[in-house]
């Protein structure tokens, strides 16, 4: 579809998809920077589950950013 | 005379000696950083998977009579570099923490005289009785050292988080 488009309408098109992934992975490295300092005080306050729980949400967190970033490449 | 303003004349930017970061590159490296912070969660649950396999092994850590009464006592549990506080809160009561505060790590003391921890570095206190925060910074209890009594001696048997 895009390869109809005008150049500079194609130009600000990729623009644009680079500036939404560039924001969501910003966001998501937000949310994973919360669940890290989670993941610190599990492990120094011995709390398994919150551990647990805390490294599966970056895993998914870490997921999704090489989701998007697959959009720019 | 120069057709743009006159401060690039004064500060011209070599812009084919610059070293551009493009978009794509900068969210790239956003992607690695969310990769490293995964792998430092993973880093940090095993390695406290593996702090908490298997019970830690008994250590002597004082005779009774070496103990007066409101008097405290460091001892190294379960390994040299744990420091740990016992403490004789009156004839039959032992109590011992982990003497790093919870705070930032400083070592706390004992006041005997309020039955309280006192950590210095950034006025943190503890109950004495069961390690929770008083006052101050510390987000969490002190670590509290399981005591057997065999006899006259004192052993350090566990640690509760």
Redesign the interface.
């Known amino acids: 579809m895009t390869g109809t488009l005008p150049a500079p309408v194609h130009r600000r098109h990729q623009a644009t998809v ?2 939404a ?2 924001g969501s ?2 966001l ?2 937000l949310v ?2 919360v ?2 300092t989670a ?10 589950d919150l ?2 729980f ?2 599966l949400g ?2 998914v ?2 997921a999704l ?2 989701r ?2 697959r959009h ?2 | 005379m120069a057709e743009g303003p006159a401060w690039k004349d004064d500060f011209p930017i070599a812009w084919a000696e610059d070293d551009l970061v493009t ?2 590159e ?3 490296t ?2 690695w ?3 490293a ?2 792998a ?3 880093f ?2 095993a ?3 593996a702090r ?1 396999e298997g019970p830690l092994p008994a250590l002597k850590v004082a005779d009774v009579d070496d103990l007066p009464v409101g008097s405290s006592r460091v001892f190294a549990y379960p390994v040299a570099d744990e420091p740990c506080l016992l403490i004789r809160r009156d004839a039959d009561t032992f109590v011992a923490y982990s003497q790093r505060c ?1 705070h930032l790590g400083c070592p706390v003391v004992y006041e005997a005289e309020e039955s309280r921890l006192h950590c210095p570095c950034h006025e943190g206190f503890f109950d004495a009785a069961d390690g929770r925060v008083l006052a101050g910074p510390p ?2 209890p002190l ?1 509290r050292i399981t005591l057997e009594r065999r006899g006259q001696e004192l052993w350090a048997i566990g640690r509760e ?1």
Do not use: D, H, M, N
Request: contains cysteine; proline residues 3%.
């Open positions: 680079v500036y992934v560039l992975v910003a998501v490295l994973q920077w669940l890290l993941v610190i005080e599990g492990y120094l306050a011995g709390r398994q551990l647990v805390s490294t970056s895993g967190c870490a950013a090489y998007l970033i720019v490449r | 978009r794509r900068f969210t790239k956003l992607v950083v969310s990769c912070s995964f430092a969660s993973t940090l649950t390695r406290a998977a908490s919870t987000p969490r670590p988080a």
